[in-house]
Nanobody
């Protein structure tokens, strides 16, 4: 098993940036693909991005328009989601999740086995 903890959320002005971290304990992070989801008030959980266990493959929500990037440092058991050019519509709780190896159907929550508790991102002036 693996336990996940997100950090790095906060309040940022429109156009600003944040880097979210997902740190694992238990099994090594290198066993898992890591996905990021977000959930805004009154809405369902939306898949945002995924990175394969090796870091060779990444997937992003098309509507993000290239504003987000993912990376990972398996030696530190940490994956990252870089959020750039943030819009008020990006306001949500962001969750990281782990699954075996690859990002197939990455945006579907049911394919993930382990979840963090979430970190709040608020984009407002």
């Amino acid at each position: 098993q693996v336990q996940l903890v997100e950090s790095g959320g906060g309040l940022v002005q429109p156009g600003g940036s944040l880097r979210l971290s997902c740190t694992a304990s238990g099994n090594p992070l290198e066993y898992y693909a890591i996905g990021w989801f977000r959930q805004a008030p009154g809405k369902g959980r939306e898949g945002v991005a995924c990175i394969s266990n090796s870091g060779d493959s990444t997937h992003f929500l098309e509507s993000e328009g290239g504003r987000f990037t993912m990376s990972r440092d398996n030696a530190k058991n940490t994956a990252y989601l870089q959020l750039n050019s943030l819009h008020p519509e990006d306001t949500a709780v962001y969750f990281c999740a782990a699954r075996a190896a690859l990002c197939t159907f990455y945006s579907r929550p049911e394919y993930y086995d382990y979840w963090g508790q979430g970190t709040q991102v608020t984009v407002s002036s």
